[in-house]
């Protein structure tokens, strides 16, 4: 079946620090590849998504690269702010019968510091 | 435009007892999601509904849930009896269609439900 791997967390950083969250997944055929964030005290949020290969999800500063290769979709930010504290979901979106449906990973917590 | 709506947004009950959550999507979003949400994990689908039919319902434990979407727009999700792994976050989310790339899922802001 269609499963998400995210790094272990949380993850803590100073602010203007680089951030790195993993990302790979399983899946059949060529799903559509997602990521969610959730700030605190607030709703799931779409931050980026790539619907195909080598496509680059972007949004506030954040990118990821759909690698189909590595079947990968880091998210990466070049220069993190307290503001960007929060839970990040990676997820995937894949055919057949559920059209639609969002298979998430574990989340990743981000903590930054000023 | 407003957003995907829940209530209530915290629930007490003892295990056993029963409880209902309603949702309602954003206007004219024929796809409604029902996720679940345990603490320290992401969110799993527990039933998909596009207009008032199901879609997929193969996570749902279908001898105590039971979700309905009558007239296509609002649902309800229910719990009956509730177990103490049934404490979790319940998401509703909704989107213009199921098209998994271009149509995206908007999120209400939940459900916490603690059985004790």
Not at chain 2, 10 to 17: D, H, M, W
Request: overall charge neutral; hydrophobic content about 35%; charged content about 20%.
């Amino acid at each position: 079946g269609n499963s998400v791997t995210q790094m272990e967390g949380p993850v803590t950083l100073s602010e203007e620090a680089f951030l790195t969250i993993n990302c790979t997944y399983t899946a059949t055929g060529y799903p559509s590849l997602f990521w969610y964030v959730q700030y605190p005290g607030e709703g799931l949020q779409l931050l980026l998504k790539a619907t195909k290969a080598d496509d680059k999800g972007s949004n506030k500063g954040f990118e990821a690269t759909y690698r189909k290769e590595t079947t990968s979709f880091h998210l990466e930010k070049g220069s993190v702010q307290v503001s960007d504290s929060a839970v990040y979901f990676c997820a995937l979106s894949a055919g057949g019968t559920s059209y639609g449906k969002l298979t998430f990973g574990q989340g990743t917590i981000l903590t930054v510091h000023p | 435009e407003a957003g995907v709506a829940q209530s209530p947004r915290y629930k007490i009950i003892e295990k056993r007892q029963s409880v209902a959550f309603w949702c309602n999507p954003i206007s004219g979003h024929a796809t409604l999601y029902w996720y679940q949400q345990i603490l320290g994990q992401g969110p799993k689908l527990l039933i998909q509904f596009q207009n008032n039919g199901v879609v997929d319902d193969s996570q749902l434990p279908k001898d105590r849930f039971s979700a309905e979407r009558l007239k296509g727009v609002d649902s309800t999700l229910k719990i009956q009896p509730a177990k103490l792994e049934d404490s979790a976050v319940y998401l509703c989310a909704s989107s213009l269609s199921p098209g998994g790339g271009d149509n995206e899922q908007f999120f209400g802001p939940g459900t916490r439900l603690t059985v004790l």
